[in-house]
């Protein structure tokens, strides 16, 4: 449930509640001496301790929106561009008979037949129920949530609270617009948005544009097109709600309210809408104790003498003052300066500061901004390394680097000269007989000192190893290499007609074929780049060695062709013999004499002829070609074989003699969605199932299924424990929920009279958000009624029936003589009026016996014009019949004023009238 703080005491019921507490007369008696005789003045002030209105919001709705009163916010200053507001006015007795018919007027849920009082820009009307999903123009179909977790669809305002006026975004959202925003428009105020994508989404008049709200948040908001501003609809009227504005002066900026006013309300513009804003002019401080600039600061700057030596004070009555004080300050805004003080309220400038970086090499001065600066004295002299073999030393680059050393070398490359450090620093010179040198001769090498003279060494070697080049030596450049034409060799073997060109020596490839052939059939012809022609004999190649007779020629080793088989010549079976080949299973051959050609044939009789009647894929019946008998071998074990004919089994393979079926086909295709099945002549077939499965390996899915042979991702389990201060999320290896607690976090109670609401641990004991302190709503401004609604924040409410006591006289006259304070009255606009029914100093102060000035001294330097006296115990003695009588006062006292301002009794009535009498 919302919770609603109670409301905070404003500072115009405080103040309301101090004047209720003064005395309710002050009687000023008259001194003797001044006034008519026995006159006296009799004051009393009485002052109205009336207190500020508070919301007068109606019950505990029984709906989400029955008897809502959210103040709002209003739009930028500037007139409209003629802009209506979406028209949501319907015909009651359309939808029944009002008061309780859908859309007719109420102030709670109880109002309406439909059981919701909603807010539309008409003001508050009962709801339709639209669980047909048909609503009015201008209204749309939402459903909002009911006690107990059900729900129920009605008509609700397409376009919510759309330009109302606003001061959080709370007041903006309602059923089907919560995307809402409070937008800001500056000084001018912030009225609701509505969201959107484009600005097809949003009512005729409006654009759909990025905005910041209040909170400084973006979102793509409907606003008025093309910077318009928002008019007030009659809800926004009759309930005058308001924006917080500004007026501002450069950095000073007073806040204020702009106010929805309906025609006939005090000080609405000409018929009804947005008020100008309500606040005070900025203006630059003034020692007069309020906060002129609005800064939230008072007197902070109105006395300031722009003089660090002096301590300045403000004092509303007294003034300003300033007192001089000592320390440090800075005199003359220079950083070049040190130890700047204080004496007699002026700021004295203290000592020079060095800037000597004891470098030779810099030129050291100081800037009254940046201080000390070194810049380089490049080129200027200096004494590096003390060495008086080197000469110029000079600074560079803000260092000092040493110079070349002293030129003691000489051009005779045998004579050594060098400067002597220790000594005189002069240069001295030596032989350098048998030193390697350099004569200057680039065909000479390894040139050595003899006598002072460089002589030169062996000639330099300049054969490139290039036929094709013609190789010499110039004693300036070193060795030359010049092109040269004619044959040469090219190192290949293989080719033929070597020519030079280009420094290099080519030649043509030959042609093995033709160059290297030998007429030899029994060998290939090659060619080897480092030998040259290659005949390798070709073993076991055909040929013919020129005999009719022999068959099956064959080249040997040796690159010759051997005779084959000669089929001309037996005469008998044993001349055969010699040319069988030892295989008895073949048969044995015999002289073939039936023909004109005798020969050696097989003699069929001779051939063994197995039984291979029990033979299979892994058994086979050979003749052993020695003893001619038939056996029984067995393939090797693992040897393919076809065992059966059936696709679903596979790797069949002999055993031991035997063709054994292999292992089952796997038709496992990892899929949950099918069922897996081989045929023994297709092979596997996968139908297509349906049921539960895992798709993603996500325990945090939940109802996984089947769907057209895939594995299909169910819904998100729901982690969501209504608590806004922990972080809602699933286990993905367990399925558990987990709600991480946020310490620290910045939340929202949902209650606006609350603010720095953090997560924490609450009373109970339960982590959730825990309330902050209540803001202060007090706006500084005595004729409204401040209070906070839990809904809506603070409000400022115009009391215009608030008086304020005011005095607009020098304040050390008030209250004094005849001077009284006064009121000023508060107008519908927050405004306070004139002071009325004060009175103020009079310029001169007759002898009427009052303290006309006001300064607390009555008549000062004033000689009385009447007298009054009072007899105690008087004697009166007389005889007639003309009277004489004689008085003798007794116990009689008079006063009266003297020079100096003050009173000065006198007791006795001769010494009172001596003192008259000027006696």
């Known amino acids: 449930m919302m919770r609603t703080a109670a409301p905070t005491p404003?500072?115009?019921?405080?103040?309301?509640?101090?004047?209720?507490?003064?005395l309710a007369a002050v009687v000023i008696a008259s001194m003797s001496g001044c006034g008519e005789p026995g006159a006296a003045v009799d004051t009393t002030q009485t002052a109205d301790a009336s207190g500020?209105?508070?919301?007068?919001?109606?019950?505990?709705?029984?709906?989400?929106?029955?008897?809502?009163?959210?103040?709002?916010?209003?739009?930028?200053?500037?007139?409209?561009?003629?802009?209506?507001?979406?028209?949501?006015?319907?015909?009651?007795d359309a939808a029944g008979s009002c008061p309780s018919a859908p859309f007719c007027t109420c102030s709670k849920a109880s109002d309406c037949a439909s059981g919701f009082c909603l807010d539309t820009p008409k003001g508050q009307q009962c709801a339709k129920k639209c669980d047909d999903n048909t609503c009015p123009d201008q209204f749309k179909c939402a459903t909002v949530p009911l006690t107990g977790g059900d729900v129920v669809n009605i008509c609700v305002p397409a376009h919510g609270s759309l330009c109302n006026p606003c001061t959080s975004n709370a007041q903006c959202q309602g059923p089907g617009n919560g995307g809402a925003r409070c937008v800001s428009f500056g000084n001018a105020g912030a009225f609701c948005g509505e969201a959107c994508s484009k600005s097809?989404?949003?009512?005729?008049?409006?654009?759909?544009?990025?905005t910041k709200d209040l909170a400084g948040n973006q979102s793509k908001q409907c606003v008025v097109k093309n910077g318009g501003a928002c008019t007030c609809s009659e809800a926004a009227?009759?309930?005058?709600?308001?924006?917080?504005?500004?007026?501002?002066?450069?950095?000073?900026?007073?806040?204020?309210?702009?106010?929805?006013?309906?025609?006939?309300?005090?000080?609405?513009?000409?018929?009804?809408?947005?008020?100008?804003?309500?606040?005070?002019?900025?203006?630059?401080?003034?020692?007069?104790?309020?906060?002129?600039?609005c800064d939230g600061q008072t007197d902070e700057s109105a006395c300031d003498d722009g003089q660090v030596c002096t301590d300045d004070a403000c004092d509303p009555k007294a003034g300003c003052s300033h007192t001089n004080n000592q320390g440090f300050c800075d005199s003359d805004g220079s950083v070049c300066t040190k130890d700047d003080a204080c004496a007699n309220g002026k700021c004295l400038t203290g000592k020079p500061i060095s800037c000597d970086d004891n470098n030779p090499c810099t030129n050291d001065a100081c800037d009254p901004k940046t201080g000390c600066k070194s810049t380089n004295a490049d080129g200027l002299g200096c004494n590096f390394d003390d060495?008086?073999?080197?000469?110029?030393?000079?600074?560079?680059?803000?260092?000092?680097?040493?110079?070349?050393?002293?030129?003691?070398?000489?051009?005779?490359?045998c004579i050594l000269g060098k400067c002597n450090l220790l000594g005189s620093g002069n240069c001295e010179y030596k032989q350098k007989d048998g030193q390697p040198c350099d004569d200057g001769n680039?065909?000479?090498?390894?040139?050595?000192?003899?006598?002072?003279?460089?002589?030169?060494?062996?000639?330099?070697?300049?054969?490139?190893?290039?036929?094709c080049t013609i190789d010499a030596c110039d004693?300036?450049?070193?060795?030359?290499?010049?092109?040269?034409?004619?044959?040469?060799?090219d190192g290949d073997k293989c080719t033929t007609k070597d020519t030079c060109g280009g420094g290099k020596c080519d030649g043509q490839a030959i042609d093995p074929a033709k160059t290297c052939s030998d007429n030899n059939g029994c060998t290939s012809d090659t060619c080897n780049p480092a030998i040259g022609c290659v005949n390798k004999p070709s073993l076991g190649a055909a040929c013919d060695d020129g005999n009719a007779c022999s068959v099956g020629d064959k080249c040997d080793g040796n690159g010759s062709c051997q005779s084959g088989t000669n089929t001309c010549a037996c005469d008998t079976d044993s001349e055969c013999a010699s040319k069988d080949d030892g295989n008895v299973c073949n048969g044995t051959l015999y002289c073939d004499k039936s023909g004109p050609l005798s020969q050696c044939k097989v003699k069929p009789s001779t051939v063994v002829v197995c039984n291979t009647a029990g033979d299979n894929p892994c058994k086979k019946t050979e003749c052993e070609p020695v003893s001619g008998k038939c056996s029984a071998k067995l393939q090797p074990n693992g040897l393919p074989c076809p065992a059966d004919d059936n696709v679903c089994t596979v790797d069949d393979g002999c055993q031991d003699g035997q063709c054994v079926s292999g292992k089952v086909l796997n038709c496992d295709d990892k899929n949950a969605c099918t069922a897996d099945a081989c045929d023994p002549k297709a092979g596997c077939k996968y139908l297509v199932q349906g049921g539960n499965c895992d798709a993603d390996g996500d325990a945090c899915t939940v109802d996984d299924g089947c769907k057209d042979g895939k594995c299909q991702v169910g819904a998100k389990k729901a982690c969501d424990d209504s608590e806004v201060c922990t972080q809602d999320s699933c286990d993905p290896k367990t399925g558990n929920c987990v709600f991480k607690e946020l310490t620290a976090q910045v939340c929202s109670d949902g209650n606006e009279c609350t603010i720095g609401d953090k997560c924490g641990t609450d009373k109970a004991g339960k982590f959730t958000c825990v309330a902050g302190s209540g803001p202060n709503c007090d706006d500084g401004n005595p004729c409204t009624a401040d209070t906070c609604d839990g809904k809506s924040g603070c409000k400022n409410t115009v009391d215009a029936s608030a008086q304020v006591p005011c005095y607009t006289g020098d304040p050390a006259t008030k209250g004094k003589g005849i001077c009284k304070m006064g009121l000023q009255n508060c107008d519908a606009q927050g405004k306070l009026g004139p002071c009325t029914g004060e009175t103020l100093p009079e310029k001169t102060d007759p002898c009427d016996g009052k303290d006309n000035d006001c300064n607390g001294v009555a008549d000062p330097g004033c000689s009385p014009t009447q007298w009054n006296m009072r007899f105690a115990n008087a004697d009166v003695a007389g005889k007639g019949p003309n009277l004489t009588l004689r008085a003798v006062a007794g116990g009689s006292n008079a006063a009266g004023p003297s020079a100096d301002g003050k009173y000065t009794l006198r007791w006795g009535f001769l010494a009172w009238l001596k003192a008259w009498l000027g006696k």
């Open 200 to 210: 097809d989404d949003c009512a005729t008049g409006y654009e759909c544009l990025e």
């Open 475 to 489: 004693k300036k450049t070193g060795c030359t290499h010049t092109n040269a034409a004619g044959a040469c060799d």
């Open 387 to 413: 060495n008086p073999c080197t000469v110029g030393d000079n600074c560079k680059e803000g260092k000092c680097t040493a110079g070349p050393t002293k030129a003691c070398a000489t051009d005779e490359p």
């Open 442 to 467: 680039l065909c000479t090498a390894n040139d050595t000192c003899v006598a002072d003279v460089c002589s030169g060494g062996k000639a330099t070697d300049c054969d490139d190893k290039n036929g």
């Open 10 to 22: 404003t500072a115009r019921q405080r103040r309301h509640a101090q004047w209720a507490g003064l």
């Open 52 to 92: 500020g209105g508070t919301d007068d919001g109606l019950g505990a709705p029984d709906t989400p929106f029955g008897g809502d009163d959210t103040a709002l916010d209003a739009a930028k200053d500037g007139g409209s561009d003629g802009l209506i507001l979406p028209d949501v006015s319907v015909d009651a």
């Open 237 to 293: 009227m009759k309930n005058e709600l308001s924006t917080v504005c500004y007026k501002d002066t450069g950095t000073a900026k007073c806040a204020g309210k702009r106010i929805c006013l309906s025609a006939t309300a005090p000080g609405a513009p000409t018929g009804g809408g947005l008020t100008n804003c309500l606040a005070d002019e900025p203006e630059a401080e003034k020692c007069d104790g309020k906060d002129n600039d």
